[in-house]
């Protein structure tokens, strides 16, 4: 992955069978061969369709990664997969603390910081998802809650070629919002500030082909990280499109 660039990830979620994932798969990397993306492409399938994905990738230059790891190596954790295990399989980045998980599986930024060491052990770049909810923005502490996030989340020792933060305000994700540009930008400013020089900060949260040059052409924003655009090769591809 080139410095500098932007970064365009698809966290597909809990969707794809083998017919759909593969199909999606076969399509961005046939984009990405035929073009020259003038961003870094990256594509997240559920745990079933990694190996399988990667197969169909090689060579795209498409990159790889998990939505999800485990902050042990192994052993009796049934239903996780480790971060060593993403690497086994082609990984070379992992999703942590996206808010599904936060709020659905109960993650907390203690948790988030061993699955962020975990992804640094076996040597995959960590993507950090961060964001206010809906009540947060409106008391206005939407600054303060990332930056903490921030704070318990990220493990000492952080560096660029490591970590990449996203972030995505909750009350975004899924929803068709997304906040003002002058609030990214706002967002972006606090977290820059507070980790190191030259890591990648993408946003998240309902990313479009529409909206996606706008907020690709903010001021430190560096990729996006989108899910459901991220379902149809033709709107990603859209959306990397819209870099640089
Ligand atoms: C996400 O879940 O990471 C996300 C950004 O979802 P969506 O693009 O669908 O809002």
Redesign the pocket.
């Known amino acids: 992955m080139a410095a500098g660039r932007q970064l365009i990830a698809g966290?597909w979620?809990m969707n794809g069978l083998k017919a759909d994932g593969l199909g999606l798969a076969r399509d961005i990397a046939a984009r990405a061969r035929a073009g020259t993306p003038a961003c870094d492409l990256l594509v997240c399938p559920p745990a079933t369709l990694i190996a399988a994905v990667g197969e169909v990738i090689a060579g795209s230059g498409v990159a790889l990664g998990g939505q999800n790891c485990h902050a042990a190596e192994k052993g009796a954790h049934t239903g996780d997969v480790s971060a060593e295990m993403l690497k086994d399989a082609g990984c070379g980045y992992v999703i942590v603390g996206?808010s599904?998980r936060r709020q659905n599986c109960g993650e907390t930024d203690a948790v988030v910081n061993g699955k962020v060491a975990a992804a640094w052990r076996a040597g995959l770049v960590a993507i950090l998802c961060v964001g206010e909810t809906r009540a947060e923005r409106e008391a206005g502490r939407a600054k303060d809650v990332v930056s903490g996030q921030l704070r318990g989340s990220l493990p000492e020792g952080a560096d660029s070629a490591r970590v990449v933060i996203a972030y995505?305000p909750v009350w975004?994700?899924?929803t068709g919002l997304t906040p003002t540009l002058a609030d990214i930008e706002e967002i972006h400013r606090a977290i820059r500030a507070a980790i190191p020089s030259g890591a990648r900060i993408l946003y998240?949260?309902?990313?479009n082909p529409k909206n996606a040059a706008e907020i690709l052409g903010l001021d430190g924003v560096d990729g996006a990280?989108?899910?459901?655009?991220s379902l149809k090769a033709e709107d990603f591809w859209a959306i990397a499109q819209a870099c640089g």
């Open positions: 966290n979620k996206h599904e995505e975004a994700i899924g998240g949260g309902s990313v990280l989108v899910g459901g655009a």
